[in-house]
């Protein structure tokens, strides 16, 4: 009998059960309680294998049915609130993951194709149903929201605005996923696109959508591109780039921008400068992720361009997340057949441990705008 079977589990009552109680017992979270946040235990082992290998174990034992949770977003902030992550054993390969960061470019151009392959080439049955008809795989803008179209139909306008877009100016779209938004510029503002992107399927996916428009999709490397644009913009695709190519990313975006011409950076950020390598993220969900914070981006742009607007509405991000688990379980019996239940335990995961974090305010969402200097200031749309 699978592990994940077991019903009636005795808890062992050793030194790894009474660290992990009292750890938990901060957060105000229970072991086999009643609340919906509190964990349900499935193997005894749990104990152990969260301790001896920390944020790695504790998403691979929950993959493997190891325990149970009905609200794993819920447990999550309160897990972050509580610092917890902090009070747990650093695991060995965590800190050799983390060492690599430093040491090797984990995201050259080699090795840049790796995020494309493993997460977004997953497949569009899984996105199409998840995301909204734009497929904005992104934050969307809740000010004014109540839904998730028009969340992310509001943050579609919101770049736009940012960036001030005429008809007949040509905008760069790094990172340019499945065609949403160049789709959007290229139909609601008349101007031509070039999107580019790392990944087969959304290449496939953004060409069908744009079909007509004036809109371009390259399946290539950022680094290869030498142009001139009016606008360039980018959406979710500086967490790929990693510290080592901070600095060559703002070399490509100035190289490719007009004198007078406006650049948005629209990124998920860390709350603090440090090598952000979640291991369970990195290995399952965004191989060779990393979050920049403030003073990253700060150093890398200062010597290209004026920060002329600094927007964060990160906590619209656990809206997005939470509207994407509940379309997701809703797609589930359409797209079963085509994946497993680890993965659909694996995505479960994934999706209320990121909502977690950003009510928690662990992690932010920036949209940033720079230019060269705009004369009498830049008014940047809210």
């Not at 991000?317 to 797209?335: C, G, H, N, S, V």
Request: hydrophobic share 40%; aromatic share 12%.
């Amino acid at each position: 009998m699978s592990s994940s079977c077991i019903e009636d589990v005795s808890i062992p009552d050793d030194d790894w059960y009474r660290i992990t109680n009292e750890l938990l017992s901060r957060a105000g979270i229970a072991i086999n309680g009643t609340a919906p946040y509190d964990l349900r235990i499935k193997n005894p082992h749990f104990f152990k294998r969260v301790l001896q290998e920390g944020s790695l174990g504790l998403g691979e034992s929950y993959m493997d049915g190891w325990w149970e949770c009905d609200r794993l977003d819920i447990f999550f902030t309160r897990v972050l609130r509580a610092g917890l992550e902090s009070q747990l054993p650093h695991h060995l390969k965590d800190t050799l993951r983390i060492a690599a960061t430093r040491l090797i470019n984990l995201q050259s151009k080699k090795r840049a194709w790796i995020v494309g392959k493993e997460h977004y080439d997953l497949g569009n049955d899984l996105f199409t149903r998840m995301l909204d008809p734009y497929m904005q795989y992104s934050c969307g803008y809740w000010k004014e929201a109540d839904n998730l179209v028009d969340a992310q139909q509001a943050k579609l306008q919101l770049i736009c605005e940012k960036l001030q877009l005429e008809p007949g100016m040509r905008v760069l779209d790094i990172g340019c996923g499945w065609g949403g938004l160049a789709s959007w510029m290229a139909k609601h503002y008349k101007v031509s696109v070039t999107g580019v992107t790392i990944s087969a399927e959304q290449q496939k996916l953004a060409q069908a959508r744009c079909a007509g428009l004036d809109v371009t999709v390259l399946l290539q490397d950022y680094r290869d591109l030498d142009d001139q644009f009016d606008r360039i913009v980018s959406v979710g695709m500086f967490e790929h780039v990693g510290p080592k190519n901070y600095k060559t990313y703002f070399e490509v975006v100035d190289r490719n921008l007009k004198p007078d011409g406006l650049f948005l950076l629209h990124t998920i950020g860390s709350k603090k400068t440090d090598n952000n390598v979640d291991p369970w993220i990195d290995k399952y969900i965004f191989p060779n992720g990393c979050l920049p914070s403030v003073r990253q981006i700060a150093i890398a742009s200062e010597t290209h361009f004026i920060m002329e607007d600094w927007h964060n509405f990160g906590a619209d991000y656990d809206k997005t997340l939470m509207a994407w688990f509940e379309r997701f379980q809703a797609a589930w019996p359409d797209i079963a057949d085509n994946y497993s239940e680890r993965f659909k335990r694996m995505f479960s995961y994934y999706l209320n441990a990121c909502a977690g974090a950003f009510r928690a305010r662990d992690i932010q969402l920036w949209q940033v705008v720079f230019s060269r200097g705009v004369e009498n200031g830049l008014r940047v749309a809210r």
